[in-house]
């Protein structure tokens, strides 16, 4: 089976630019959560989307933003990039509700880089 | 202060050695803890999860909890050179499964 795919693998920005990430759960997942990882850090919750609505918000500013899609795809938009915004932005999907015993499982992560 | 705060290491460890990795935390809701390895530049991948407290074994990782002093170990045996990444301790509530809050990561080498 397939897991949780992400896209693109890497890129690079300017500042002030938009960027949008791609994610794609694994096959009967509905819930979909992005994370934002710092190089030396761990990741840090930013979004959570369950059947197409947002259940959860980290600490982060309205520069970001997310939804998902009927068939459970979701991306990740960030507008006026900073530097600070470089990082590994990862993607994890779970099956069952938004709580529950059943764990996430993460994708490869999307590398931005930002200029 | 972090909810969360993990051994920063780094860890190197001869081949065959016992490793420990440990984590504490401030939350006392929180009643799901993880335990992640990660590659360099690559995803987390789940070892294991544990529900409140106790131990759990999965070949030759041991996770630990004790709620009581908020404090989360896993143990690697025989500990070979496959082993070597960055491991992540994890943890959330029961209501929002899709919300962890991650420790920084302990760097192990498992050196042949």
């Known amino acids: 089976d397939a897991g949780v795919t992400q896209s693109p693998t890497h890129l690079i920005k300017t500042r002030g630019q938009h960027v949008t990430l791609r994610c794609s759960p694994i096959s009967g997942h509905k819930s979909v959560s992005w994370y934002q990882q710092v190089l030396g850090q761990g990741p840090q919750f930013i979004f959570q989307?369950?059947?197409?609505?947002?259940?959860g918000r980290g600490n982060f500013p309205d520069r970001f933003s997310a939804r998902q899609f009927p068939n459970y795809s979701s991306e990740l938009n960030v507008n006026a990039l900073l530097l600070g915004d470089s990082a590994l932005y990862l993607c994890?999907?779970?099956?069952?509700?938004?709580?529950?015993?059943?764990?996430?499982?993460f994708g490869p992560g999307t590398r931005l880089t930002v200029t | 202060q972090k909810e969360v705060e993990q051994d920063p290491g780094p860890l190197s460890v001869p081949e065959g050695a016992i490793v420990s990795l440990n984590c504490t935390y401030s939350?006392?809701?929180?009643?799901?803890f993880m335990w992640y390895r990660q590659y360099s530049r690559k995803g987390p991948e789940l070892l294991m999860y544990?529900?409140?407290?106790g131990n759990k074994e999965d070949g030759r990782f041991t996770a630990q909890v004790d709620k009581s002093s908020k404090y989360i170990s896993l143990f690697i045996r025989d500990s070979q050179p496959s082993d070597s990444a960055t491991y992540l301790c994890a943890m959330r509530h029961n209501t929002n499964a899709g919300k962890s809050t991650f420790g920084d990561g302990t760097t192990l080498t498992v050196k042949p």
């Open positions: 544990t529900y409140s407290s």
């Open positions: 939350n006392s809701a929180f009643q799901y």
């Open positions: 989307y369950y059947e197409k609505e947002e259940r």
């Open positions: 994890a999907s779970r099956p069952g509700t938004v709580g529950g015993i059943y764990e996430q499982y």
